[in-house]
T-cell receptor
Framework: GQQLNQSPQSMFIQEGEDVSMNCTSS?????WLWYKQDPGEGPVLLIA?????ELTSNGRLTAQFGITRKDSFLNISASIPSDVGIYFC?????????????FGKGTKLSVKP | GAVVSQHPSRVICKSGTSVKIECRSL??????MFWYRQFPKQSLMLMAT?????????EQGVEKDKFLINHASLTLSTLTVTSAHPEDSSFYIC????????????FGPGTRLTVL
């Protein structure tokens, strides 16, 4: 079945540093989604990508849809303490119903002030 | 933006009792909602797809008689954990599908269930 590999699993960085995380898929995606989950909360959509090669920004966040359509990365520039959380990539689960998603295992980000 | 609420946010119950969790789309109609379970330090695992006016579709390994789903209106889906046991303790998250050209899912804030 479809698999999403997300890396790194966790990151410990200093405030102000840039962060990069990525996801690879075992199959071609037509959509890549990046979510952030704060402790004890539901995921919040950060960036959605719909075209191969697309580069989209949301404030200090930038995400790209890989040209091969099997990968995506998320960059966070000049990290701040509130960036702490778990970041998930997600893509369509083609074996499921409409709108069904498959999630990566997440990247846990810790920011030291 | 699209807002999804969940109630309760936190529940503690005794083993053997049933617990109902509500998921509401506040500013849009959702014919499809999803129920996820998340164990500590793990990703979201889809339990079932809730379809308004029809039976839910359960993922492999999820007992439909234990996790009852009702999607009686376009803004409300409920998940009832029947005869809860300690191993059912988890973080349950719902999402609602906003139908558009992009079909985005918007997530609720989650419900922390603890079964004693």
């Amino acid at each position: 079945g479809q698999q999403l590999n997300q890396s790194p699993q966790s990151m410990f960085i200093q405030e102000g540093e840039d962060v990069s995380m990525n996801c690879t898929s075992s199959s071609i995606f037509n959509t890549w989604l990046w979510y952030k989950q704060d402790p004890g909360e539901g995921p919040v959509l950060l960036i959605a990508l719909y075209k191969a090669g697309e580069l989209t920004s949301n404030g200090r966040l930038t995400a790209q849809f890989g040209i091969t359509r099997k990968d995506s990365f998320l960059n966070i520039s000049a990290s701040i303490p509130s960036d702490v959380g778990i970041y998930f990539c997600a893509g369509p689960n083609y074996g499921g119903s409409q709108g069904n998603l498959i999630f990566g295992k997440g990247t846990k980000l810790s920011v030291k002030p | 933006g699209a807002v999804v609420s969940q109630h309760p946010s936190r529940v503690i119950c005794k083993s053997g009792t049933s617990v109902k969790i509500e998921c509401r789309s506040l500013d849009f109609q959702a014919t499809t909602m999803f129920w996820y379970r998340q164990f500590p330090k793990q990703s979201l695992m889809l339990m079932a797809t809730s379809n308004e006016g029809s039976k839910a579709t359960y993922e492999q390994g999820v007992e439909k008689d234990k996790f009852l789903i009702n999607h009686a209106s376009l803004t409300l889906s409920t998940l009832t954990v029947t005869s809860a046991h300690p191993e059912d303790s988890s973080f349950y998250i719902c999402s609602a599908l906003l139908l558009s050209s992009y079909n985005e899912q918007f997530f609720g804030p989650g419900t922390r269930l603890t079964v004693l």
